[in-house]
């Protein structure tokens, strides 16, 4: 009887996991700067979930989420451990649930990407989508999709009145690897849509473009912008071979953080650079992937490029480079992004049971 009753729970269980979740009730029309004009926004990456996270992780978002207090909080990809042996729906759906409840149950709007890894679990990432939409405060939407690609997304927001959308938030699903394990790039039809999105902004906003952030996992192709060559013999030097030119590096002058070790671009550039450059509303693009760099400069065209850094312990990363990147807009200034990092490190004198390094 003991075993026929497990059976039917199982069956109940995995049932439930196909069942779709309540929709977002919240959407982006809730994005708005706050009576100070200003609007914050939380960058949570790398966090490869299993159904068992860390207590940790948990208590050091719930401490930086009530010290920060974002308008909004972007999941940047490699959300859940794709290569978690034995994962299920209903696990990948527990993991998805304990990294956004932090989150969700402050009401704090948020959204996510996909990164290589939320690829390579056996849920397709439309019902990944309804599972981060289990909570009210969830906006994302699946959003433009073409081939595999979802989750392509403009959000906006409205200025401190409410009356006026005058910012753009922009995700973008940058892919995985290909059968040759190289790394994908943005395709083409997704700049596409980028281009239309803006343009048909740009004309209900009276001619004028409207200034945007762009999200997205895979570090952009042009991140060595911000480097300067340097050789071997330079201790500071990083030896960078998974970017367009390899070779040994340092960050230039007037760039923050750290390059710790080689970004990892996609093997080919479609143009999405130059197409934010032409359109002229893209202020900054924020990647993950690389989990122990956090540099971020501006370029000669005015773009930021910032790197986020694996926000959980339960992915490779180094320990005093594990946290989050906060970023803050101001209304009365949309050309400006201010940003840093908030480590675990900043946190560690507080009441937290750091287990410090436990990669899996
Ligand atoms: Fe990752």
Redesign the pocket.
Same mark, same amino acid.
């Given at each position: 009887m003991k075993r026929f009753l497990s059976v039917i729970l199982s069956a109940v269980l995995l049932l439930t996991a196909f069942i779709p979740c309540v929709y977002a009730k919240n959407d982006s029309a809730s994005l708005k700067f706050d009576e100070n004009g200003k609007f914050k926004i939380m960058l949570i =990456? $790398?966090t490869?979930y299993t159904d068992q996270v860390y207590d940790e992780c948990t208590e050091f978002f719930n401490l930086v989420l009530d010290d920060e207090k974002p308008d909004l909080v972007v999941f940047m &990809? $490699?959300n859940v451990k794709g290569y978690w042996v034995g994962s299920t729906p209903m696990s990948v759906k527990s993991a998805i649930s304990q990294l956004v409840e932090p989150v969700a149950e402050r009401n704090i709007p948020y959204t996510a990407i996909y &990164?290589? #890894?939320d690829y390579q679990t056996l849920v397709a990432k439309s019902l990944q989508t309804k599972y981060f939409n289990m909570y009210d405060s969830c906006i994302m939407e699946n959003g433009y999709t073409y081939l595999h690609r979802k989750a392509n997304c403009s959000y906006l927001i409205k200025d401190s009145k409410g009356e006026k959308d005058i910012y753009n938030l922009i995700t973008l699903d940058s892919g995985t690897k290909d059968a040759e394990e190289k790394l994908m790039p943005v395709l083409t039809q997704q700049i596409d849509w980028y281009k239309e999105t803006v343009s048909s902004l740009k004309e209900k906003n009276g001619g004028e473009v409207i200034p945007s952030i762009v999200f997205q #996992?895979i570090p952009i192709y042009e991140v060595e912008k911000l480097f300067e060559k340097s050789d071997e013999t330079n201790e500071n030097a990083v030896k960078c071979s998974a970017i367009a030119n390899p070779g040994y590096y340092v960050l230039k002058d007037g760039v923050d953080g750290e390059l710790r070790g080689s970004p990892k671009v996609p093997y080919t550039n479609t143009g999405e650079y130059d197409a934010f450059a032409q359109m002229g509303d893209v202020k900054g693009v924020f990647f =993950?992937?690389d #989990?122990k760099n956090t540099y971020c400069g501006t370029t000669d065209d005015g773009i930021m490029l910032g790197a986020v850094p694996?926000s959980s312990f339960q +992915? +490779?990363g180094d320990n005093d480079l594990r946290g989050v990147r906060i970023i803050e807009l101001d209304e009365n200034d949309l050309n400006k992004i201010e940003t840093r990092c908030v480590f675990y490190e900043d946190y560690k004198d507080e009441d937290v049971s750091w287990k410090g390094g436990n990669y899996p």
């Amino acid at each position: 009887m003991k075993r026929f009753l497990s059976v039917i729970l199982s069956a109940v269980l995995l049932l439930t996991a196909f069942i779709p979740c309540v929709y977002a009730k919240n959407d982006s029309a809730s994005l708005k700067f706050d009576e100070n004009g200003k609007f914050k926004i939380m960058l949570i =990456a $790398d966090t490869h979930y299993t159904d068992q996270v860390y207590d940790e992780c948990t208590e050091f978002f719930n401490l930086v989420l009530d010290d920060e207090k974002p308008d909004l909080v972007v999941f940047m &990809g $490699d959300n859940v451990k794709g290569y978690w042996v034995g994962s299920t729906p209903m696990s990948v759906k527990s993991a998805i649930s304990q990294l956004v409840e932090p989150v969700a149950e402050r009401n704090i709007p948020y959204t996510a990407i996909y &990164g290589n #890894h939320d690829y390579q679990t056996l849920v397709a990432k439309s019902l990944q989508t309804k599972y981060f939409n289990m909570y009210d405060s969830c906006i994302m939407e699946n959003g433009y999709t073409y081939l595999h690609r979802k989750a392509n997304c403009s959000y906006l927001i409205k200025d401190s009145k409410g009356e006026k959308d005058i910012y753009n938030l922009i995700t973008l699903d940058s892919g995985t690897k290909d059968a040759e394990e190289k790394l994908m790039p943005v395709l083409t039809q997704q700049i596409d849509w980028y281009k239309e999105t803006v343009s048909s902004l740009k004309e209900k906003n009276g001619g004028e473009v409207i200034p945007s952030i762009v999200f997205q #996992h895979i570090p952009i192709y042009e991140v060595e912008k911000l480097f300067e060559k340097s050789d071997e013999t330079n201790e500071n030097a990083v030896k960078c071979s998974a970017i367009a030119n390899p070779g040994y590096y340092v960050l230039k002058d007037g760039v923050d953080g750290e390059l710790r070790g080689s970004p990892k671009v996609p093997y080919t550039n479609t143009g999405e650079y130059d197409a934010f450059a032409q359109m002229g509303d893209v202020k900054g693009v924020f990647f =993950a992937h690389d #989990h122990k760099n956090t540099y971020c400069g501006t370029t000669d065209d005015g773009i930021m490029l910032g790197a986020v850094p694996t926000s959980s312990f339960q +992915s +490779s990363g180094d320990n005093d480079l594990r946290g989050v990147r906060i970023i803050e807009l101001d209304e009365n200034d949309l050309n400006k992004i201010e940003t840093r990092c908030v480590f675990y490190e900043d946190y560690k004198d507080e009441d937290v049971s750091w287990k410090g390094g436990n990669y899996p």
